[in-house]
């Protein structure tokens, strides 16, 4: 199914359009109101609509179609590598145990992800450069990382940086007791390393990072970014 004629709701919200037709769009205003005047105050339904909309609508579509006509939904990291990569450096070095050939089209969405048995410490990078993957007549794509999805034994953790408020906030499951869940905005010291990571101008060893940071270096991990022209 073509990516391109799919309205998904999370997409028109975080576009900035005024229709959706999947998700949580009626979530927007409470969440918007809320961010506005209470930075370490963020709505459990709106993450929690959003994981929901991820895991059950986009994490079945495919969004990846390749020069031999086969699809995609993710794109694999292949287990045996071992080191320090980033998103960019695994794109362009074609990291991936499935993308052999190039992607026909841009993609809406870029979803990345590791098994669990990775051997690479693999980090994101906040802006992605699409050149690498795509042919020759769609090169000038980027990508931007709106969220990260990090799977431990006994739990998940949504990783989403809000368009209104441009901070990294984070939804907590726990696997074993499904209802019980929560959710709130990095703190300062947070932001800060999370930013650190992402621009990668000091590697930061696991040792250093309290939880829930400290979970980006563990497998599986899923990368979700939005796609946009240059």
């Not at 495919?62 to 020069?67: A, N, V, Y």
């Not at 992607?103 to 410490?121: A, F």
């Not at 250093?208 to 979700?224: E, K, V």
Request: aromatic share 14%; charged share 15%.
């Amino acid at each position: 199914m073509s990516s391109k004629s799919l309205p998904i709701g999370f997409q028109g919200l975080y576009q900035q359009e005024t229709k959706s037709v999947i998700g949580f769009e009626g979530f927007k205003k409470e969440y918007e109101n809320n961010i506005s005047k209470d930075y370490s105050y963020l709505p459990i339904q709106f993450l929690s609509a959003i994981y929901t909309e991820f895991v059950t609508i986009w994490f079945k579509i495919k969004w990846l179609k390749f020069i031999d006509n086969h699809e995609e939904t993710f794109l694999i990291l292949n287990s045996d590598l071992t080191g320090y990569l980033t998103v960019q450096m695994a794109i362009n070095k074609n990291c991936f145990v499935n993308s052999k050939l190039p992607l026909v089209y841009q993609p809406e969405c870029l979803l990345i992800q590791t098994e669990i048995d990775n051997k690479s410490i693999l980090l994101p990078n906040s802006i992605i450069s699409l050149e690498n993957l795509l042919d020759k007549t769609n090169k000038n794509s980027q990508g931007k990382l709106i969220a990260i999805i990090c799977n431990e034994k006994n739990s998940k953790i949504m990783f989403y940086k809000s368009s209104s408020s441009n901070r990294w906030s984070i939804f907590y499951i726990d696997q074993i007791n499904s209802s019980q869940s929560y959710s709130y905005i990095l703190s300062d010291e947070q932001q800060l390393q999370f930013q650190t990571i992402l621009e990668q101008n000091n590697f930061i060893s696991p040792s250093q990072l309290s939880f829930p940071l400290s979970t980006l270096y563990n497998h599986p991990i899923i990368f979700i970014y939005i796609i946009q022209k240059k």
